[in-house]
């Protein structure tokens, strides 16, 4: 990590992502996302409305 922080590397490879899903758990636990995604009914509710109209 020192390594990556000090020179910058963005180089990516077909094991990226099967390393980040073996490793989901610790880098959420290590690093955790910075914004909670939810789900939001009312884009939804808007469109059933939007459907409505016709």
């Known amino acids: 990590m020192e390594y990556l ?10 094991y990226d992502d099967l390393v980040q899903v073996q490793f989901t758990q610790y880098l959420n636990q290590k690093y ?3 914004t909670n ?3 939001d009914d009312y884009f939804e509710d808007m469109e059933k409305e939007r459907q409505g109209w016709y």
């Open 37 to 39: 995604h939810y789900y």
């Open 5 to 14: 922080q000090k020179y910058s590397f963005n180089h990516s490879n077909e």
């Open 32 to 34: 955790p996302p910075k």
